[in-house]
Nanobody, 128 residues
Framework: QLQLVESGGGLVQPGGSLRLSCAAS????????IGWIRQAPGKEREGVSCIEFSGVVTDYADSVNGRFTISRDSAKNTVYLQMNSLKPEDTAVYYCAADFETRHRLYCSGYVSRMDHWGKGTLVTVSS
């Protein structure tokens, strides 16, 4: 069974850090790009970061560039999102997702609209 499971969310004060994990089962992350996408209450989904099948090429939204780092541990079949200098506007449910259907599934270009397989999400709340 193809599955993505997020963990690591929680309540953190502004300026704090969290590391989110996305554990994959039923498939190898080395064959897909994995994206982190967030959705805040009342707002549209926003692509946060993506890592390509190579594990080398990455992409970041302007709003998180320089604060968030995406990485992958192939041995654990897990993608991480290290989030530093968190702000209240980072509060959202964070999902990891993959594209299993299109020929672009290896790459991050346009990833938000292509993702068709999602985890259940993990809630990040940044508040004092």
């Amino acid at each position: 069974q193809l599955q993505l499971v997020e963990s690591g969310g929680g309540l953190v004060q502004p300026g704090g850090s969290l590391r989110l994990s996305c554990a994959a089962s039923g498939f190898s992350l080395e064959h897909y790009a994995i994206g982190w996408i967030r959705q805040a209450p009342g707002k549209e989904r926003e692509g946060v970061s993506c890592i390509e099948f190579s594990g080398v090429v990455t992409d970041y939204a302007d709003s998180v560039n320089g604060r968030f780092t995406i990485s992958r541990d192939s041995a654990k079949n897990t993608v991480y999102l290290q989030m530093n200098s968190l702000k209240p506007e980072d509060t959202a449910v964070y999902y990891c997702a993959a594209d299993f259907e299109t020929r672009h599934r290896l790459y991050c270009s346009g990833y938000v609209s292509r993702m068709d397989h999602w985890g259940k999400g993990t809630l990040v709340t940044v508040s004092s």
